[in-house]
């Protein structure tokens, strides 16, 4: 059932809980310095797919942060001019999506270039290393130890490395990046447009994940892929008495920390019977930014496929920005 007018009034007021790290922007800056001391070592290969008289595909390997030996699906549409480029984020758990559903953006002109979280299915090494539990999944990994050696901060500096690679492959037009993600992607998306601001043009959100983490608890929404938060205080904080040093850890890798150093367009579509992401995180982290933004809302979709939404990616990416999709 869409929501009623009183439910959106409260959604537009609604600014976020979760705190922001004090050195939110000082930590940041640290960890990309790091990734940006790895030295870039990749590899191109031919794919296991066969090639196609308009595209080409690669398997992308390249190093990471500590060493880790990471992978991501390359697509390069066989055009003789600088092709722009999509960075696809997928959801959690899994992998990058088929180089069949990959091809929608190389048969738009778009070199496309989709990584394997590590240790999520796909073929990137998770090195490990993380202090504590991890059996609840990568939201806790590293939650025990230093902010810095969290599961995500590496995720992100990984990343970094990958917006450096980009920028030195030929063919591509390095001035012309998009990212589109969805869920855990669209969350990792929002950080990668946060930290490479000088990369990113324009950027696809769809109902982000790793959002305003203590608004989810507040909710009774800890589960499904916010899970790993309510296990972890169940096992480990039974009496709630180290809640806001948890979320306080946390706001180094919430999205609604990341939103206001967005500078890229940002279209953001949000499903109305969400059930996942809750709709205040999401409202939430796109009030936080100050970037130009396009908030779309689809009433009767939720944590799912949204076609509608994928039509307009179409024209937000190829025909000019937010004016030529909204």
Known sequence: MPISLEQQKILEAYRGTNPIPADFDEFWADRMREADDVALCYTLEPAEVDPYPTCEFYNLWFKGMGGARLYARFLRPLIHTP?????????????TRSWLENCSFAGMGFATITMDNPGQGGRSQDIGGYKGSTVAGHLIAGLDGSAKDM???????????????????????ATNVQVYGDSQGGGVGIATCALNPDVIKRA??????????????????????????RYYAR??????????????????IDSLSFAHLVR?????????????CPLPTQYAVYHAMTCPKQHILFPEFGHEEIPAFD???????????LDACC
């Open 264 to 276: 890229a367009e940002v279209l953001f579509g949000t499903g109305l019977v969400d059930e996942v």
């Open 83 to 95: 092709l722009p480029v999509v960075l696809r984020f997928h959801g959690y758990p899994g992998r």
């Open 311 to 321: 039509d307009m990616v179409i024209n937000f990416f190829c025909g000019g920005g």
């Open 235 to 252: 096992w480990f904080d039974a009496r709630g008495m180290h809640a806001q040093e948890m979320f306080a850890q946390l706001g180094y």
């Open 204 to 229: 696809a959100i769809l109902y982000p994940f790793l959002s305003d983490f203590q608004k989810v608890c507040e909710l009774g929404a800890d589960q499904i892929a916010y899970e790993g938060l």
């Open 151 to 173: 599961y995500y901060v590496r995720l992100h500096q990984n990343i970094r490395i990958l917006c450096r690679i980009v920028q030195e492959l030929d063919g591509l037009d």
